[in-house]
Nanobody, 119 residues
Framework: QVQLVESGGGLVQAGGSLRLSCAAS????????MGWYRQTPGKQRELVAR???????DYADSVKGRFTISRDNAKDTIDIQIDNLKAEDTGVYYC?????????????WGQGTQVTVSS
């Protein structure tokens, strides 16, 4: 099992910045990739950014140049720096981890943290 706990959400004005953090615990050694998803009202949950164990990153086109994902293996955390926030960034942001153990792959989710951007 892997447990994920997000922090750092809140209310921010458009154009501002925010940093979200996700702390992983449990079977951390089984994690292959970690990332951030978001769910905005009326839309499906979408991938925002992800980072592999090797540090390879991938971003949704809508956030490229504004979002930066990073990983601290010593602290078992991933952060996402969000700059130049826009109203459409409003939503619940979820930390996720893909893990493999004994040949079985599983996805884990945090509880989510709300980000609200005011215009």
């Amino acid at each position: 099992q892997v447990q994920l706990v997000e922090s750092g959400g809140g209310l921010v004005q458009a154009g501002g910045s925010l940093r979200l953090s996700c702390a992983a615990s449990g079977m951390i050694f089984s994690i292959n990739v970690m990332g951030w998803y978001r769910q905005t009202p009326g839309k499906q949950r979408e991938l925002v950014a992800r980072i592999t164990n090797g540090g390879i990153t991938d971003y949704a086109d809508s956030v490229k140049g504004r979002f930066t994902i990073s990983r601290d293996n010593a602290k078992d955390t991933i952060d996402i720096q969000i700059d130049n926030l826009k109203a459409e960034d409003t939503g619940v942001y979820y930390c996720a981890a893909g893990a493999t153990w004994n040949g079985e792959s599983r996805n884990y989710w945090g509880q989510g943290t709300q980000v609200t951007v005011s215009s």
